[in-house]
């Protein structure tokens, strides 16, 4: 009996040292891990994306562990598609006697690409690859890996350079700058084809923020060919700027400067041919929230049925909208630019839209906020404002639009009750909120 049971035992760890057993790592059937034994399961973390300056034609994306002394481990290797596509799988065990894998990782590429502003196939080596980094991931998510995700990467190391340990903080903080200053998601975004094909800008499902980020980057492609320099040369320039947590407005317009010029070349042949057609003309700028609140005299204590309000932006200021239709004068925000805040509970209708400066007229935002059970008076309204680099603004720059001549004017400012009437312009004001 004791003779069969040892016999079992054997043959069972016989087994499982031939086919493996699951103690995780990164996994996924296409790839190789340095893990021991990688198996699929419903808690892996799985990690997709584009590698893109543009798209990679081939390549290959590594993934480290970056340890707390600097140093980093390799976890999985896998392969780059035709378009630039890549995928893997993180377990949900990170070793067999930790638990769930958390941390910062570190994504790796390299490969060959066709450089937007020349057409030359240029490649990527491991001397110099483009990398991505990410904070503690979990379930499924998407990770792109370009050169903004690169200078994110080396904004968010740079902390190691001081001698002090990489928190997730750092990095999550380094993706949200780099997002901000161009005015896309670097990591969740993914680039597409700078043509009009469909794998590009002629796919009807193709979102103004991939549009932006894949001009973005034909942007640091000419940047580069214009001052005779290296895709490295000019993230070298651009990393160095942003180092103190801003771009310069010099360089801010350089970048502009090597987006107009490849929008009006023969190489682009995206359909987009104006910078006032993309989200990038304040590219390398900051980000200006604005708040929207009403106030009622006092002691009255009404419920508000809805309203309307108009926000006058400063000259130079933009918002992040939808622009696939440049005949429409006014256009939509996009998702999150502009939000109802503070009183408005779940289930108000907000509706926004966003004329851009014309001439001497100012740009300016309508918003409409409208909820069956009504809202109190108090903040209703948060604005992203995208912001020209180098200017500094606070609340008081912002103001509510009033014609004088025309109260009926469908932009001026008006509240309604319950019921629609509109209350007395001196029972409930609005206001741009203090900073």
């Not at 016989?14 to 057993?21: A, E, I, K, T």
């Not at 009255?300 to 309000?309: C, L, M, P, Q, S």
């Not at 992040?320 to 006014?330: K, V």
């Not at 809202?375 to 103001?399: H, Q, R, Y």
Request: with cysteine; glycine share 10%.
């Amino acid at each position: 009996m004791k003779k069969r049971i040892l016999f079992r035992l054997i043959l069972s760890l016989w087994v499982m040292s031939v086919f493996g057993c699951g103690f995780g790592g990164f996994s996924d059937s296409s790839n190789s891990g340095t893990s021991s034994g990688d198996s699929d399961s419903a808690n892996d973390t799985k990690v997709s994306g584009v590698v893109s300056k543009g798209l990679f034609k081939n390549g290959t994306v590594r993934f480290y562990a970056v340890n707390f002394d600097g140093s980093e481990t390799l976890l999985k290797t896998t392969s780059i598609g035709a378009f630039g596509n890549y995928s893997a799988r993180l377990s949900s065990q990170k070793t067999i006697t930790s638990g769930s894998y958390n941390g910062v990782v570190l994504i790796k590429a390299t490969g060959s690409y066709i450089d937007e502003a020349t057409g030359a196939e240029l490649t990527i080596d491991d001397s110099h690859p483009l990398r991505a980094i990410i904070a503690n991931p979990s379930g499924t998510l998407n990770a792109s890996v370009t050169a903004l995700t690169e200078l994110a990467t080396r904004k968010a190391l740079a902390v190691q350079r001081t001698g002090n340990q990489l928190a997730a903080t750092d990095v999550t903080n380094a993706n949200a700058l780099v997002s901000e200053m161009f005015k896309v998601d670097i990591i969740a975004t993914k680039p597409v084809e700078p043509d009009l094909s469909d794998y590009g800008f002629g796919r009807a499902s193709t979102t103004q923020a991939q549009k932006d980020y894949t001009l973005a980057l034909a942007a640091i492609s000419q940047m580069a060919r214009n001052n005779a320099g290296t895709l490295a040369s000019t993230l070298n320039v651009l990393a160095d700027d942003i180092a103190d947590g801003a771009i310069t407005a010099e360089n801010a317009t350089t970048l502009q400067t090597a987006l107009i010029t490849f929008l009006a070349s023969d190489r682009n042949v995206t359909g987009v041919k104006s910078i006032n057609s993309t989200n990038l003309a304040n590219a390398g700028g900051s980000l200006k929230i604005v708040r929207l609140g009403t106030a009622e005299k006092l002691g009255a204590g009404n419920i508000i049925g809805g309203v309307t309000v108009t926000l006058k932006l400063p000259p130079g200021v933009t918002l992040r909208a939808d622009l696939s239709a440049p005949e429409i004068a006014e256009k939509e925000p996009l998702s999150g630019v502009v939000k109802g805040s503070g009183v408005i509970a779940a289930g108000v209708y907000v509706k926004a839209s966003y004329i851009a400066s014309s001439g001497a007229l100012p740009g300016m935002v309508t918003l409409s906020l409208a909820g069956a059970h009504g809202f109190a008076v108090g903040e209703f309204a948060t604005i992203m404002c995208d912001v020209p680099a180098g200017m500094s603004l606070n609340s008081t720059n912002f103001s509510i639009y009033k014609n004088l001549n025309d109260p009926n004017d469908p932009k001026n400012f008006k509240a309604v009750d319950g019921n629609g009437a509109a209350f007395p312009a001196d029972i409930i004001t609005v206001e741009v909120l203090p900073d």
